[in-house]
C-alpha cells in the first residue's frame, strides 16, 4: 500500500473504503463506551493489538486473504484483536462464531448444533430439548431407536396421567353435585323450619294470639 505524507500525517488514500469502515468499526466497538456494542467488546476487556490502532498497520497484516464479502473475525471469542487472532470470513462463518453458538462433540468433531440438524433434516428445537432439558448423551440425541424407546415410554406416561387427570375429574365432579345437594337439603329444612314450606306444601299462617 502506498502512503503519502502530507501536513504532518500519513494518507493511505482508503478513507472511504470498505477495508477502513472495518478497522474504524473495529476500534468504536473496543474503546468507545458509547457505541452499542461496546458492553460486548471493549466493556468485557477485548482490546485491539497497539500495531492496529492506526489503519496502517492493520492493513499491512490483514490485507493478506481480504475478499470484498469478507468480515473480520477472531478466531478466539473472547480474544483481541490482532493478526495471530483475526482472519477474513463469510458472514454465515461468523455466525457461527458467536460466543452463543452452540457447539458439540459429534463423530470425534467439534461441530456447531445447528449445522448437524441442518444436515441430517432434523429440527434443532428437538435435540436442543434432548440433550439440554433432557439431559440425554449426543449419541442418544441423535439415534433414531432411542427416540423410539422414549417415545414409546412417554406415550405410556401420558396415558396413565390422563386416566389419573380424568378420574380426578369425575371425582371433583361428584363432590361437587353432593356438595350441591347437601347446600340444597339445608336451605330446604331451614325454610321448613321458619313455617315456610311445610309438609303439605302450603305456605304456615301464624296465628295471632288474641
Not at 423410539?148 to 387427570?165: C, G, L, Q
Amino acid at each position: 500500500m502506498k502512503t503519502i505524507r502530507k501536513g504532518g500525517n500519513w494518507r493511505h488514500g482508503m478513507r472511504y473504503t470498505r477495508q477502513y469502515n472495518t478497522w474504524n468499526h473495529m476500534m468504536f466497538r473496543c474503546y468507545h463506551p458509547k457505541d452499542s456494542r461496546y458492553g460486548s467488546y471493549g466493556g468485557r476487556g477485548i482490546t485491539v493489538c497497539k500495531q492496529w490502532h492506526n489503519f496502517i498497520g492493520f492493513w499491512e497484516d490483514m490485507k493478506k486473504g481480504y475478499f470484498p464479502e469478507g468480515t473480520l473475525e477472531r478466531i478466539n471469542v473472547n480474544g483481541n484483536y490482532c493478526k495471530e487472532n483475526c482472519k477474513w470470513a463469510t458472514w454465515k462463518e461468523q455466525q457461527t462464531n458467536k460466543r452463543n453458538t452452540l457447539k458439540i462433540q459429534y463423530q470425534g468433531k467439534e461441530v456447531v448444533l445447528k449445522e448437524v440438524c441442518s444436515k441430517l433434516s432434523i429440527p434443532y428445537d428437538r435435540i436442543y430439548q434432548r440433550i439440554y432439558i433432557y439431559g440425554w448423551t449426543i449419541e442418544d440425541a441423535f439415534n433414531r431407536k432411542t427416540w423410539e424407546k422414549f417415545n414409546k415410554t412417554n406415550n405410556k406416561n401420558n396415558m396413565k396421567i390422563k386416566k389419573a387427570a380424568t378420574s380426578i375429574k369425575k371425582e371433583m365432579s361428584s363432590k361437587k353435585t353432593l356438595a350441591e345437594k347437601k347446600k340444597t337439603l339445608i336451605s330446604s329444612t331451614n325454610q321448613y323450619l321458619m313455617g315456610n314450606y311445610p309438609a303439605c306444601g302450603r305456605k304456615i299462617i301464624k296465628k295471632s294470639k288474641k
